[in-house]
């Protein structure tokens, strides 16, 4: 193996050039785990930690080692397994999401990726809000975007869906898939270049594992039934992963994102949709529900074809799915602001009854 084939590129060796002359060796970081990472070199593969300069010298979260990273490492000497991270690499692209807390903080989710595959499933759990938000942040990630709707064997409506998802995805190509079929996964084929980079996102449960063992060609990844009803199943990924398929192209997996947060959620829906929020605004009656009303200028402009029908089931769906998402996380982060603090009380109280039992 050699750094090309890890995804090293001219633009990095000229960032390196400081650390190599102190003698760093240059690492990608393959998986993550809690305060260490796999770093892996055209050698070998090892466990690393941060530098306490690095990590003193760190304060954003996002400025830590995501999957996917470079890295300037210092092997242990006496030890073939270990090594320490100095620096983190300037990124060439990121994915990031907001981690939820009481303060929003950007956590990198992979970094330096090619393609990002913004995995859906067009089952019970199909949403389009969802597919907005991870498009704001795809868009917002330097890399190329690519949305798949999975498991079309479970439908019948996927043409219909996907004309739906193209309405929202503009430029954006939109390819579906169904990964238990074979050959069901061609359609990504353009996209899996030897020495690039691409990561799956989406919900857990929507197939991300599955397609890549099946472009892999073996089980690389462990994939679970969904026992539950609602189709929600377990995390099965439960780490972000780098592997490398047989055909050199390097591939992130992650487990699925329950909290991507939609931020600029209402601005998205607005700026896709402007000219039939301008529509809406010619109706006659001002409450029109753009039904059965006289004077509609929705069912004016679909019965002259100015308006196409999927879109306006794009838009009406985009509405009823925001506006359930923002009384959820309304309700949500207050239940969390809630917690937290009982969490903080509780451990002030048990700070004063400690001392207070020492006097
Ligand atoms: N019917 C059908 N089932 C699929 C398809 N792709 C995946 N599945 C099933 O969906 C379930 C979840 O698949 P996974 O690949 O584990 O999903 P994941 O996106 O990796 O989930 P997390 O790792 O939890 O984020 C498994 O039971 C798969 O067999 C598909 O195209 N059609
Ligand atoms: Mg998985
Ligand atoms: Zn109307």
Not at 61 to 66: E, F, L, S
Not at 323 to 335: G, P, T
Request: contains cysteine.
């Amino acid at each position: 193996m050699t750094l090309a084939d890890l995804g090293w590129t001219d633009a990095l060796a000229a960032a390196f050039a400081p650390h190599a002359a102190a003698g760093r060796r240059p690492a990608r970081v393959t998986l993550q785990l809690k305060g260490f990472w796999e770093v892996t070199t055209p050698e070998t593969a090892r466990l690393a930690e941060c530098t306490g300069k690095f990590l003193n010298e760190t304060t954003a979260v996002a400025d830590m080692p995501a999957v996917g990273d470079w890295v300037a490492i210092e092997p242990l000497p006496g030890d073939d397994l270990r090594a320490l991270i100095h620096a983190v690499l300037p990124r060439r692209t990121k994915f990031s999401r907001k981690a939820a807390g009481l303060q929003e903080v950007e956590q990198v989710v992979a970094a330096n990726v090619d393609t990002v595959f913004l995995v859906s499933s067009l089952d019970a759990n199909f949403n389009l809000r969802r597919i907005e938000r991870y498009l704001a942040a795809a868009r917002a990630s330097g890399a190329q975007p690519v949305v798949v709707l999975n498991k079309s064997d479970l439908t019948k409506q996927a043409a219909a869906l996907r004309a739906e998802v193209e309405v929202i995805a503009r430029d954006v190509p939109v390819v579906v898939t169904s990964a238990v079929r074979r050959g069901g996964v061609k359609a990504l084929a353009a996209w899996l270049q030897p020495h690039t980079t691409v990561a799956f996102l989406g919900s857990s449960g929507v197939g991300k594992s599955t397609l890549i063992n099946e472009l892999v060609g073996e089980e690389v990844q462990f994939t679970q039934e969904i026992r539950d009803i609602d189709g929600k199943g377990r995390h099965t990924t439960t780490q972000r992963e780098l592997l490398i398929s047989p055909d050199g192209v390097l591939i992130i997996d992650t487990p699925g994102m329950r909290e991507l947060q939609p931020w600029q959620a209402d601005e998205a829906v607005d700026d896709v949709f402007a000219d039939i929020r301008a529509l809406t605004l010619r109706c006659k009656f001002t409450d029109c529900s753009h039904t059965v009303e006289p004077g509609c200028a929705i069912a004016a402009a679909l019965a002259d074809g100015t308006l196409a029908l999927p879109r306006w089931h794009s838009y009406q769906r985009l509405q009823r799915e925001t506006a359930f998402e923002v009384r959820r996380v309304d309700r949500r982060a207050s239940q969390k602001h809630k917690t937290a603090w009982k969490k903080v009380t509780k451990q002030l109280r048990q700070r004063i009854r400690e001392k207070s039992g020492e006097e």
